[in-house]
């Protein structure tokens, strides 16, 4: 009995710290602080899965915190969306109604949380391989609110996190799921940091060999990769400075499924890939002055090409055609 009392108290704080996790995300969020909506939410959630575990063992309240932390901190959504996230689940595992969610938290948390029920239901039933593409059309198309889809995106974004407690079979239908439904969707949407998580959770379990070779050979080049960062990028910082711009260049290296995605569709290996590494530079715009914003990207362009060979059919030019 004392030990149950212990995991009990050990869940509490862990429920307890994550909940505080999302609030503190939110606070520093640039949307209005409507803090007392969401803790009515959390608690409402807590109770109505008391008692219910996931396959990892953990109270199954940490997935709709989870859920609620990723709509939120990768994808921006406010206190009606967080709300939706926590309550997701609510209506398809328990007794309580969407008129319950409606008569509790108002109308369009309700209707969010009845369309995330339907998804879940329907949508992403047992026919779903069959007609995967009819599904994606719908989905972009089916909803009143987009905050139904982003939940949405959400909730797959934490089951493919969490996708070793469940079977080998049941992971390799869920990344292909993922990879073809919700990875394009969420690529469709402009959530492209989520987008690129979904499809290397999905490499992952459906060729789980390749995707650990990969990771491997990234990890090796790591060190040589940031010599070439600094070495490429200290002479445009030094232009950059000299004219008195405000920015911040920063590095992102190839995913390992865009990487293996390349090496099939052009039959290479891992060595012909030429462009693992990225260099994005970010300046500081004038909103107001769109023109001089435009003169200040030619300028970075003119200066960057003053020192590196500038390849035509290889530039695309995104400040003319957006």
């Known amino acids: 009995m004392e030990e149950l009392t212990t995991r009990e108290q050990e869940d509490e704080r862990m429920v307890n710290e994550a909940f505080e996790h ?14 007392e909506i969401i803790r009515k939410a959390f608690n409402f959630a807590k109770q109505a899965h008391k008692g219910v575990r996931r396959l990892s063992g953990e109270p199954y309240i940490m997935h709709p915190i989870a859920v609620a932390q990723i709509a939120c901190e990768n994808i921006g959504l406010g206190s009606t969306g967080i709300c939706s996230a926590l309550l997701h689940d609510v209506v398809e595992d328990t007794d309580y109604t969407v008129e319950d969610i409606s008569n509790l938290f108002g109308p369009k948390i309700a209707q969010i949380v009845d369309g995330l029920t339907k998804i879940s239901g329907g949508i992403f039933g047992n026919q779903a391989s069959a007609q995967a593409e009819s599904f994606k059309k719908l989905l972009l198309t089916m909803s009143d609110d987009i905050r139904v889809i982003l939940v949405k995106i959400s909730d797959r974004l934490h089951n493919m996190r969490t996708l070793g407690s469940q079977l080998p079979n049941k992971q390799y239908k869920i990344a292909g799921e993922t990879l073809y439904i919700y990875a394009p969707i969420a690529h469709r949407l402009g959530l492209n940091k989520v987008k690129e998580e979904l499809e290397d959770l999905s490499f992952r379990y459906e060729h789980p060999e390749e995707y650990e070779n990969l990771k491997n050979k990234l990890r090796e080049m790591q060190g ?16 950059l400075d000299s004219v008195g711009l405000k920015y911040e260049i920063k590095a992102r290296i190839k995913s390992p499924y865009s990487i293996w995605t390349k090496m099939q569709v052009k039959h290479i290996p891992f060595e012909e890939i030429y462009d693992l590494y990225a260099v994005r530079i970010i300046f500081e715009g004038t909103p107001d002055a769109p023109e001089r914003e435009r003169q200040n990207a030619y300028l970075i362009f003119a200066i960057i090409t003053s020192l590196y060979k500038f390849q035509p059919g290889r530039t695309r030019d995104w400040i003319r055609q957006p």
């Open 22 to 35: 999302l609030i503190d995300t939110y606070l520093h969020s640039h949307h209005r602080k409507h803090v």
């Open 224 to 239: 040589s990769l940031q010599d070439i960062f600094d070495q490429f990028t200290q002479p445009i910082r030094e232009r």
